[in-house]
């Protein structure tokens, strides 16, 4: 089993920064993928950023230029930097990691995740 958490939501003003992380923990084998989905309220859960082993960083149209996704796969974490925010980035964020194991059978995981309010 594996477990994700995910720390650094909260509330700040419109145009500041706000940063996320996530630590994963338990068995895991091979990291595939880390990344971050938003949900707002009565919308679809969207993907934000990821970072795919053997493909190009990925972010959202919207986020792109503004946000910045790393992973660390010896720590297991990927962390989110977010600048110039706008009300339009409030919502539930959520970590995923996909891992593989001995197989190459992969496993997706979510963390539980962290709001953020863009909000004056």
């Known amino acids: 089993q594996v477990t994700l958490v995910e720390s650094g939501g909260g509330l700040v003003q419109p145009g500041g920064s706000l940063g996320l992380s996530c630590t994963a923990s338990?068995?895991?084998?091979?990291?595939?993928?880390m990344g971050w989905y938003r949900q707002a309220p009565g919308k679809e859960r969207e993907l934000v950023a990821n970072?795919?082993?053997?493909?190009?960083?990925k972010y959202a149209d919207s986020v792109k230029g503004r946000f910045t996704i790393s992973r660390d796969n010896v720590k297991k974490k990927v962390d989110l930097q977010m600048t110039s925010l706008k009300p339009e980035d409030t919502a539930t964020y959520y970590c995923?990691?996909?891992?593989?194991?001995?197989?190459?059978?992969?496993?997706?995981?979510w963390g539980q995740g962290t709001q953020v309010t863009v909000s004056t």
């Open positions: 995923y990691i996909v891992v593989l194991d001995h197989l190459l059978s992969d496993s997706t995981y």
């Open positions: 338990g068995s895991i084998g091979t990291i595939y993928a």
């Open positions: 970072v795919v082993s053997g493909s190009p960083i």
